[in-house]
Antibody, heavy 117, light 111 residues
Framework: QVQLQESGPGLVKPSGTLSLTCAVS?????????WSWVRQPPGKGLEWIGE???????KYNPSLKSRVTISADKSKNQFSLKLSSVTAADTAVYYC??????????WGQGTLVTVSS | QPVLTQSSSASASLGSSVKLTCTLN???????IAWHQQRPGKAPRYLMM???????IKGSGVPDRFSGSSSGADRYLTISNLQSEDEADYYC?????????FGGGTKLTVL
């Protein structure tokens, strides 16, 4: 059973860069899956941020593309999210997830990131 | 790109059945979707992948009370013998080669 665990700062200053990592256990990041980031602002729905394949190929939500970078570290079996120029609107619970047969078949527990000075 | 539409809320009585709907936009009626359950304060949980044919593949541990079906651009999640723990938000998801999208979610209340 593949498990995902997000980690990173819970507080980021406005105009700064949000950085999160998702550690993958029970499976390899080099398997034939896409590895995704999804966020959920307080009281709102799910928003896909983007995803990466182990080859390094990426896909991003067009509304966030200019500020997002997703990367993978095969040696550590983890993948990461960087979101630049953050504002209060980026305050959300951030989830990492694993694609399986097209859809997201497994989720991390999520981590709350608050953007505030 | 694909767009998914869900009703914002639904309710049904304990022990009864409920059918939640997720509708694909024009030109995307052949897409598969996935259903996810999100209980209050918890991460989403994958329930099933549902094809346009009505065939579905459930995730590990998902009770038999959960089933899926399709008709045209509509994708359904039916929950039978409703339990209190089924009270949650339900999201549908779809994808293509370029993007992944979620519906707005349906908040299910068990009366």
């Amino acid at each position: 059973q593949v498990q995902l665990q997000e980690s990173g700062p819970g507080l980021v200053k406005p105009s700064g860069t949000l950085s999160l990592t998702c550690a993958v256990s029970g499976g390899s990041i080099t398997s034939s899956n896409w590895w995704s980031w999804v966020r959920q602002p307080p009281g709102k729905g799910l928003e896909w941020i983007g995803e990466i394949y182990h080859s390094g190929s990426t896909k991003y939500n067009p509304s966030l593309k200019s500020r997002v970078t997703i990367s993978a570290d095969k040696s550590k079996n983890q993948f990461s999210l960087k979101l630049s120029s953050v504002t209060a609107a980026d305050t959300a619970v951030y989830y990492c997830a694993r694609e399986n047969s097209g859809c997201l078949g497994g989720w991390g527990q999520g981590t709350l990131v608050t953007v505030s000075s | 790109q694909p767009v998914l539409t869900q009703s914002s809320s639904a309710s049904a009585s304990l022990g009864s059945s409920v059918k939640l709907t997720c509708t694909l936009n024009s030109g995307h009626s052949g897409y598969s979707i996935a259903w996810h359950q999100q209980r209050p304060g918890k991460a989403p949980r994958y329930l099933m992948m549902l094809q346009d044919t009505g065939n579905y593949i459930k995730g590990s541990g998902v009770p038999d009370r959960f089933s899926g079906s399709s008709s045209g651009a509509d994708r359904y999640l039916t929950i039978s013998n409703l339990q209190s723990e089924d009270e949650a938000d339900y999201y549908c998801e779809t994808w293509d080669s370029y993007t992944r999208v979620f519906g707005g979610g349906t908040k299910l209340t068990v009366l």
